[in-house]
């Protein structure tokens, strides 16, 4: 078969396929329903910006949880129901802009070169003077080299009142913050738990019936049970397990699940940086103690010429990488003490290719 006819074939098989779709849209991750799952974890961010849009005194807040979780889904909706009530919102992706000097260039719309983060400030101070709030997601991305994270100091120090509401995955990162930003940021500490099994359903039994012409329940209930049991609730994985089964049902559920699953964790995996996938890198090769992973860890570090953590941040970051998936920390008992046991929780060709990329 030719390239020209195999492409023929494929555009006819996919015609078929999408008959069953509804909207593809809700199928994106940046889709915000029109009325997303009100959860628990909302109410003290909602009577946070209530107050803060009728006082003008900020409560700062640091909103954590592991990936697909909700945390940016829920903030972009907030952003819509108060911009209707004219409180302004702005929000960063700290992925993309990953320095404080970046974030206020995106937050005002310019290309600062030549300019310094101070010239920033002042154009940001001249331009928002109301009540605004500043949404820095991924804000455990802000580069390394960005050690005074100036753009915190200045949210929290500034005498417009701006709040801030940053969304990470590490809920210890905000303990590696400046003496000085940490005494007048003092963040309010909310914790988004991975979702329930019956708020899986609920969410999939939404976008199901936006975006699928009929799905059984069963099959949203067995996306949900695996969704939940292998990715820690990753709402995202379930999604987009949803989608392949729409369009490729000849496939099977399971086999949809695994692709749906492979497609996150190579996103998640390629966006780490250097330290974290060298932590990736030591863990490969079964089941070993914490201990043993972070002796061969220094040594890779000393190959590439990399400054190793300390073991306290080192574990720190095991915490991290354990929100997102992608290792599991056990702990048993080796003679008469306990000791944790690391094992990598996704298939091992996904870190040898980012890391061939990355490391050569």
Known sequence: MDIGRYLVEQEGRFSKSAARLRDPRVFDFNYVPNEPLMRRELGPVVDALVRYAKTGIANHMLIVGSRGCGKTVSMLYLQHLFKQRSLQFLYANCRTHNTSYKILAALLGVRARGVSFAELAEQFAERYPENTVVVLDEVDLLSEKDKNKDILYFLS????????????????????????????????????????????????????????????????????????????????????????????????????????????????????????????????????????????????????????????????????????????????????????????????????????????
């Open 157 to 360: 120090r500034s005498r417009r009142n701006y709040m801030a509401v940053l969304l990470s995955n590490s809920p210890k990162w905000a303990s590696g913050l400046d003496d000085s930003v940490q005494s007048t940021l003092q963040p309010e500490l909310i914790y988004f738990r991975p979702y329930t099994p019956s708020e899986l359903c609920a969410i999939l039994g939404q976008r199901a019936t936006l975006g699928v012409v009929h799905t059984p329940q069963a099959v949203v209930d067995n996306i949900a049970a695996l969704t939940v049991k292998y990715t820690n609730a990753d709402v995202r994985v379930a999604i987009k397990t949803l989608y392949y089964w729409a369009i490729e049902r000849e496939t099977g559920l399971n086999q949809n699940f695994q692709r749906a699953r492979r497609d996150v964790v190579v996103d998640v995996v390629s966006n780490l940086n250097d330290k974290s996938l060298l932590i990736l890198k030591s863990a490969a090769g079964g089941e070993r103690t914490v201990k043993d992973v972070y002796q061969t860890y220094r040594r890779l570090c000393a190959r590439y010429k990399e400054e190793p953590f300390s073991y306290v941040y080192f574990y720190s970051t095991l915490s991290y990488l354990q929100s997102l998936g992608l290792i599991l920390l056990i702990s048993t008992k080796v003679r008469r003490a306990y000791t944790k046991i690391l094992q990598l929780t996704f298939p091992a060709e996904i870190l040898d290719s980012v890391w061939g990329a990355r490391f050569g």
